[in-house]
């Protein structure tokens, strides 16, 4: 069934308004004055195909939780009993009343989320876009130059390496046929731990020889057992016998996969998990999905941001990219800034600049490419500040739908920043006042302005 309807509340003898507890001036007060909440309610109709069962809860509580979250960098959990003690999170969200108890169960974040899709998302995205041009954050005219640029979203798995896979996929598959009530010839519960363990100890020493020899007698024992289950796959129960056939497929992948390999599984829990180089000399690898992310040239608001499974070529990716700038903006970019990854990635109608961009150059335009890099410390801020760092979301969709929210949360980090400095302006104007003959204060009030 549909959301429930957005009734208006009357007065309560007893109880006094949320808008006349807080202050009207905090920061987050007047971001919500500042979102246009209703084009959730008719955007996100759509998503609820039944007419039947108990209406679902507002789509404002749900888009304000989610906005909260990625905001302040903060679990399904930790959102929602936030939420209970914090007034100005409530009137954020839409009540009208101090509640003392959690609106949804945290679990409800994960059903919403699938159920709005990367579509519903967007429209996420798409309004601190507007709430950062209707808070003076950028200016409609900076929308007509981006920059685009690639980085890595890091999945929440252990570091893989072939000890610990091959071990976690055998203990999975004994405990599956321990569930199934079938008997293995034997388990390796003794052997296979220890052979991992000395596996660890061999390549910190750096005794590689001895290394290998015992990696190969693991994957004698997990064949084993991949082999008898394979044998009394048949004998399974059938609500135990998907799960079993899918794990035995990943053992078979861990089995036959070679060092040099590419789309090796890295992990049995998201095998959507791809190894991915940077360049980083700190990291030179990491495991995730690579992101997009376009921001506007001046001010690094996020204009764009999708996940890239399959790790494509960034030069292959732009055309997208700038498709979903023109989607969530309701505007096309006339100047792309990127790095040399994106070379032989033209789009037709707008120009594409580098750093070895050499045809008609001038002054403005060379200050603009070494602008470029102005798009490092926001993904920077996106990972510290933010849940970019590390996605705890399942599969692919729950990649697309972090690197949304992940976006969603920089706005409002930006948009909040900006309101907090124009308060600070008002504070200073109002209560002090500089000498004529002192010029570091004077100095000091045009920085805030």
Known sequence: ????????????????????????????????????????????????PSQRGRPAVAPRLVAGLLYLQHTFALSDEEVVWRWVENPYWQLFCGETWFQHHPPIDPSSLTRWRQRIGAEGMQWLLAQTICAAALAKVIRWQSLNKVIVDSTVQEKAIAYPTDSKLLNRGREHLVKLVTDAGLTLRQNYNREAPKLAVKIARYAHAKQYKRMRSHLKKLKTLVGRVWRDVSRQLARVPE??????????????????????????????????VE??????????????????????????????????????????????????????????????????????GATPGIKVYHRKFKRGITARLRRDIRRRSAIEPAIGHMKNDGRLRRNWLKGTQGDAFHALLCGCGHNLRMILRKLRLFLALIFVRLHWQPADDDKTNQHLTAAYA
């Open 239 to 272: 609500h135990l016998k998907p799960k079993v056939a899918d794990l035995l497929y990943k053992v078979e992948r861990l089995l036959k996969q070679q060092p040099k390999d590419s789309h090796k599984l890295y992990s049995l829990h998201a095998p959507e």
């Open 1 to 48: 069934m549909g959301p429930k309807p957005n009734v208006p509340k009357s007065d309560d003898l007893f109880r006094q308004r949320l808008e006349d507890l807080v202050n009207s001036t905090h920061p987050l007060v007047q971001l919500t004055r500042h979102i246009d909440w209703s084009v959730f309610e008719h955007e996100w109709m759509g998503f609820f």
């Open 275 to 344: 190894c991915i180089g940077k360049g980083k000399a700190r990291q030179p690898y990491e495991f995730g999905v690579k992101v997009s992310v376009a921001t506007t040239h001046r001010r690094g608001l996020v204009v764009g941001m999708r996940s890239l499974p399959g790790n494509p070529y960034d030069g292959h990716t732009l055309h997208a990219a700038l498709e979903q700038v023109k989607n969530l903006t309701k505007q096309q970019p006339k100047e792309v800034f990127v790095d040399l990854g994106y070379r032989g």
